[in-house]
């Protein structure tokens, strides 16, 4: 989707993210949230917040009994919500795409859905959700208490396994929604277990390939792009002031990219549950903001989440 939405300013914090949320919301009323499997407590717990402050109007799609069990068990009112009643797993996922394509939502949210289910139900042909040669990639915005900057991380949810070509979608993906929050410049760092090129461990043969595409100016202007690096020498200036290495984006990486989900999943829910980390996720390719949280996310990251998607949509007409 192109963003309407333009920053003036490189954010370092979700809040800032959150306050042009809450200035759109003023102007254009709450934005319409279609959830597909509306039942998960934490997710409505979120929204709850996002409908208080006057963000968000959720629309849940699911099973009513279940849906009006979770809202009974966090105390909320049945009739401030909107239902739509779906029994299946894959006709929660379209009909919530549904109500966003036709216009009666805004954005599209994953609820008390599996991941696999969710996307399974959305690449649906017959949906036409994914025009030919979109890529659609997961990015999760933190903000931690030791980095002054916003740090990206893609793709700890949706790509399984990326390729060469897989890892620049990705990297385009993601550096586009660091100029979206005013970072036009990023240092991109591909991870992997060492710094070194190594036969035996072909994700740095591959990683040393795109890295040579970033020397050889091949990523737009600003961008920098370099590995295989390992965590500690991405993030931090210490490690790479001992190892000596001389790297353009070692120790100052605004964005991580990782080759598989595996390592994406875990470093994501490492930052959340470790460093309480706050963050913001979505998914970007298609036309419209999609929110995908974790089950071990707070309310307050959800609301970031949705923030960011507000963000995404910008000025209604």
Request: proline share 4%; charged share 25%; glycine share 8%.
């Amino acid at each position: 989707m192109k963003w309407k939405y333009k920053v003036d300013k490189k954010f370092t914090s979700l809040d800032e993210v959150y306050a042009v949320a809450e200035e759109l919301a003023h102007e254009n009323g709450p934005y319409r949230v279609a959830v597909a499997g509306g039942s998960d407590l934490i997710i409505l717990d979120g929204l709850n917040l996002g409908r208080e402050r006057g963000l968000v109007e959720p629309i849940l799609v699911g099973h009513q009994k279940y849906i009006h069990e979770s809202l009974d068990k966090l105390g909320f009112q049945r009739r401030d919500w909107m239902i739509y009643s779906e029994k299946e797993s894959h006709n929660m996922a379209q009909k919530a795409a549904q109500l966003v394509t036709s216009g009666m939502a805004d954005i599209l949210m994953r609820g008390k859905l599996l991941a696999r289910e969710f996307f399974q139900a959305l690449l649906d042909p017959k949906l036409k959700l994914r025009g030919y040669g979109a890529f659609w990639s997961n990015i999760v915005v933190f903000e931690l208490e030791n980095k002054d900057n916003l740090l990206f991380l893609s793709d700890p949810a949706l790509v399984t396994h990326s390729d060469i070509q897989g890892r620049l979608k990705i990297i385009e993906n993601v550096t586009e929604l660091a100029a979206f929050l005013g970072n036009k410049e990023p240092k991109v760092a591909l991870l992997a277990a060492v710094e070194s090129v190594t036969p035996g461990m072909p994700v740095s043969l591959e990683e040393a390939a795109i890295s040579k595409m970033s020397e050889r100016g091949q990523f737009p202007s600003g961008i920098e792009v370099d590995g295989p690096l390992s965590l500690d020498l991405a993030v931090n200036p210490e490690s790479v002031k001992k190892k000596g290495l001389k790297s353009p984006v070692a120790g100052k990486a605004d964005i991580l990219v990782v080759n598989n989900i595996h390592i994406g999943n875990v470093l994501f829910k490492s930052l959340v549950t470790l460093c309480g980390a706050k963050s913001a996720s979505t998914i970007v390719g298609p036309d419209f903001p999609i929110v995908l949280t974790s089950r071990i996310e707070k309310p307050e990251n959800i609301l970031y989440s949705l923030a960011l998607s507000i963000m995404m949509v910008g000025q209604k007409e």
